[in-house]
């Protein structure tokens, strides 16, 4: 099932990025997971689908997230480099 899968791999990224996901961010993907998995096991599939929309939506801020705090890591890295050197 595809929504089964949805929730398991938000808890998984939420689990595996820890720390690194800003809490509001965070309480709000738990959110949507706890409200996809309450609609799952309805026959509702337009509520099923919305809530697997929803929660993907909310997914993608964790990739971008990481992103833009990869991209700083690197330019604080570059910049302790060139003072170094």
Not at 34 to 38: D, E
Not at 43 to 57: C, F, H, N, P, R
């Given at each position: 099932n595809l929504a089964e899968q949805l929730s398991y791999t938000a808890e998984k990224s939420l689990k595996d990025a820890g720390d690194k996901v800003p809490a509001d961010l965070k309480k709000t993907i738990e959110e949507k997971i706890?409200?996809?998995?309450?609609v799952q096991s309805g026959?509702?599939?337009?509520?099923?689908?919305?809530?697997?929309?929803?929660?993907?939506?909310e997914m993608q801020k964790i990739g971008s997230h990481m992103?833009?705090?990869?991209?700083?890591?690197?330019?604080?890295n570059n910049q302790t480099e060139e003072k170094k050197g």
């Open positions: 706890v409200a996809l998995k309450t026959q509702d599939v337009g509520a099923i689908k919305s809530a697997s929309e929803a929660l993907s939506v992103n833009a705090s990869s991209n700083q890591d690197t330019r604080n």
